[in-house]
């Protein structure tokens, strides 16, 4: 894969309308606002993330969690941006590499607009409504590849669903997003009849067409007949995504009192060594409010995991370009962070 193509502004349902208004905004960032206006994104306020809404503590639920990913993402992706073109300046297309950070940005922000209330769960609900439910007497109306869709729903692939799908009384191309953002999003670039055992997949029968004419659009590689490897940044957004609900879940724990002080500063702390842990006790002494110790903490580990996660993509951008990186970038940070983030789990 080659990054000259792999960012593209083109957008989907517009393909042949192209309209450079110039100003200050990338057409990346035209994606960002266009979500952060859009109705599927402020229905995440009403969404859980791990823990119920509980009143008066304010942890995390969908919105807020899809806005700090996209925070994160947006630091990590200007690390690599900001390495790579130092190793492509001599590149014409070297000065494209400034929009992954808003390519990654808005994807951040759009990854979770397909998940249904209670998460698994809920995914876990729908399928079962078709596979045993009532859904049963709705078989005959569909495909086998459909019904398989159906039974084993996927949020991931309803994300890319509410972005492309042509909607009654909306426009073609759904929200007309930039193909790279829309690529950006696929984390599992295959449809459900080529699912692993984790039952993963990134899009519905009915809008594979449209994910392959990406696909072709940005050069990204098909591994096998319908499956395909990750567009590049995918593993960006990933990053920022296992950075903060493993993170910022641990903070929400110990919020609401599941997690005492003393057991939180443990485990927070144990992604450094002891010399930066001495620093780090040497800061808390400064503040009284056990939920700003936290909070310090949190920040740090999450920079340091921003650090290390963008240098495992640059370390490991030859193979990623080529299709064969396994597994995420956490699992290719230093030992002693990758060994605190489990230790989270």
Known sequence: MEWNRLISDKRLGLEHYHDDKGGVRSDFERDYDRLVFSSPFRRLQNKTQVFPLPGSIFVHNRLTHSMEVACVGKSLAGEVALRLRKKYAAEPWADRLRDIAEIVAAACLAHDLGNPPFGHSGEKTIGAYFSEGAGMALRQHFTA??????????????????????????????????????????????????????????????????????????????????????????????AADDICYQIMDIEDGHKLRIIDTDETIGLLLAFVDDDRQQHMRRVMETVADPNEKIAYLRSSIVGLLVQQCAMAFVDNEQLIMQGRFNGCLIDHIEPLARSGYRRCA
């Open 145 to 238: 590849e459909q019904w398989t869709d159906l039974t084993h729903f996927e949020g991931n692939a309803n994300s890319f669903r509410t972005l492309v799908h042509q909607f009654n009384g909306r426009r073609p191309g759904g929200f007309a997003m930039t193909y790279s953002t829309l690529a950006t999003i696929v984390k599992y670039p295959y449809p459900s009849a080529q699912a692993g055992p984790d039952g993963k997949f990134g899009f519905f029968t009915t809008e594979q067409p449209i994910f392959e004419r990406i696909a072709t659009e940005l050069g990204i590689l098909e591994l096998e007949p319908g499956r395909y490897c990750r567009h590049p940044l995918v593993y960006l957004l990933e």
